[in-house]
């Protein structure tokens, strides 16, 4: 069981394997290398004494992601980024009958229960990507208080874009200066629910949105955690509060 003074997280995602060849001209070089950029967030919060962060890379969420309520209430908050939904939904043997349980809707249940979710943006969360990550009409989307759109949700913006803060007072941004957020490289394109905050917001899209889900609460982060998308924002100097007063607020602590 958790420790009820310890904050514990569940990070799911924020990993990738690599393939690729170095072509020099008759000469073909295969090379492979993996990227976690889990690390950004883990190195970030580790200054926190009451806060204890497990991560689980994409690759092993298929056969280790919890598969009971049990096993998942271990944690305060959960965050899923960059991590789409077939790695949550399918099993590794796919041809198993049945494969085991409904672990979107196990995640669904977890918040209604009183847990809390964090959805990040990147190309592989909400709908992503080619609409790949693919969480429009899951029991995800069911309790984040945001509609994902059914097409690639992605928004580029090359030249940063500032998002305009409009609850300033949120616990979420407790002293935080309102000015002083960093450009962001993209996000995924949100609508609010009916009921749902939104604390921030790029244009008419929302940045951040929470709300209650039955006896917990998520939070709908449209940009990323991480570089691309969070270059700036993984080097300001706010990172780990924003994250750790978040953190919190979800939790109910």
Not at 85 to 91: A, D, E, G, P, S
Not at 228 to 251: D, E, M, R
Request: glycine residues 8%; aromatic residues 14%.
């Amino acid at each position: 069981m958790k420790n009820q003074e310890t904050l514990k997280v569940l990070l799911v995602g924020e990993t990738w394997i690599v393939s690729k060849f170095h072509i020099k001209g008759f000469d073909v070089v295969p090379l492979g290398g993996y990227e976690d950029f889990s690390i950004y967030f883990r190195e970030a919060l580790q200054k926190y004494a009451d806060l204890e962060v497990d991560h689980l890379p994409n690759h092993l969420a298929l056969s280790m992601f919890p598969q009971t309520l049990e096993e998942l209430k271990k944690y305060d908050v959960l965050i899923l980024s960059d991590v789409g939904r077939n790695t949550l939904t399918l099993y590794p043997d796919v041809f198993r009958v049945p494969m085991g349980k409904d672990k979107l809707t196990l995640i669904r249940d977890f918040v209604a229960k009183g847990g809390a979710l964090v959805m990040c943006g990147g190309w592989m969360s909400f709908q992503g990507f080619r609409a790949m990550a693919n969480y429009h009409g899951s029991p995800v989307e069911e309790a984040l208080p945001v509609h994902i759109q059914t097409t690639d949700d992605r928004v580029e913006t090359t030249e940063g874009v500032k998002p305009e803060i409009l609850l300033p007072e949120h616990p979420a941004l407790k002293g935080i200066p309102l000015r002083e957020w960093p450009l962001f490289l993209g996000y995924n394109k949100l609508k609010a629910k009916v009921g749902a905050e939104t604390i921030a917001k790029f244009g008419e899209d929302v940045f951040i949105a929470v709300w209650e889900y039955e006896k917990g609460r998520s939070m709908a982060f449209s940009s990323d955690m991480a570089p691309h998308w969070g270059t700036a924002f993984v080097n300001w100097q706010y990172y780990a509060q924003f994250w750790y007063q978040s953190l919190k607020w979800l939790a109910k602590r």
